[in-house]
């Protein structure tokens, strides 16, 4: 599905501006503009990301191919712990997203089994892989409510013009936006 709406993309810092509450009155006819998020919005990750870490690591064939219960694990504890220490991607801190992403998945390696290692050419390998499934159009699918609100807002005619505000990597824009 192609989105057909003049796209603005403005890519949000991580603080909150606050939203309407469910009691605003709101005339749909003055309504000019729509801003939606990509990631659990217009998109989700086509199958859980534990079972894409899986298949890369597979793919990849590394020394220990860690279970995906381990992956589950080693996600968990290092996303949050990305997250406190490096906000907003690396954004605040200034490094690209590829840099956090990758000091992301190497920690997942490592809290999924603290006693396994691998080489470096093992876990470019594996690394390359998943970065690339998730920057990608296959590792994603439009979910069906926003592709019905798309068409209905096409079908409408109306020039409501559709922004895009995200923390999500600026790689989607050209690689995964196009679904």
């Excluded at 890519?11 to 659990?40: E, K, M, Q, W």
């Excluded at 989700?44 to 219960?69: C, F, G, I, M, N």
Aim: aromatic letters at 10%; one cysteine or more; proline letters at 5%.
């Amino acid at each position: 599905m192609l989105l057909r709406p003049v796209l603005l993309l403005a890519f949000a810092t991580c603080n909150f501006v606050g939203s309407l509450s469910a009691a605003s009155t709101v005339d749909p006819y003055r309504i000019r503009a729509i801003s939606l998020d990509i990631t659990g919005t217009l998109l989700a990750t086509r199958e859980p990301v534990v079972k894409s870490y899986h298949d890369a690591a597979r793919w990849a064939r590394l020394s220990h191919v860690p279970s995906q219960d381990e992956l589950k694990r080693g996600f968990g504890a290092t996303y949050k712990e990305r997250n406190l220490e490096s906000p907003c991607f690396g954004g605040v801190e200034g490094i690209s997203g590829r840099e956090w992403w990758r000091e992301t998945v190497r920690r997942v390696l490592l809290h999924a089994n603290p006693e396994r290692t691998y080489t470096d050419e093992e876990f470019d390998r594996y690394f390359q892989r998943v970065y690339q499934h998730f920057g990608g159009p296959l590792g994603y699918e439009v979910l069906g409510d926003a592709e019905r609100f798309l068409d209905a807002m096409e079908a409408s005619g109306s020039e409501v013009l559709l922004g895009i505000t995200s923390n999500t990597p600026l790689r989607h824009i050209d690689s995964v936006l196009p679904l």
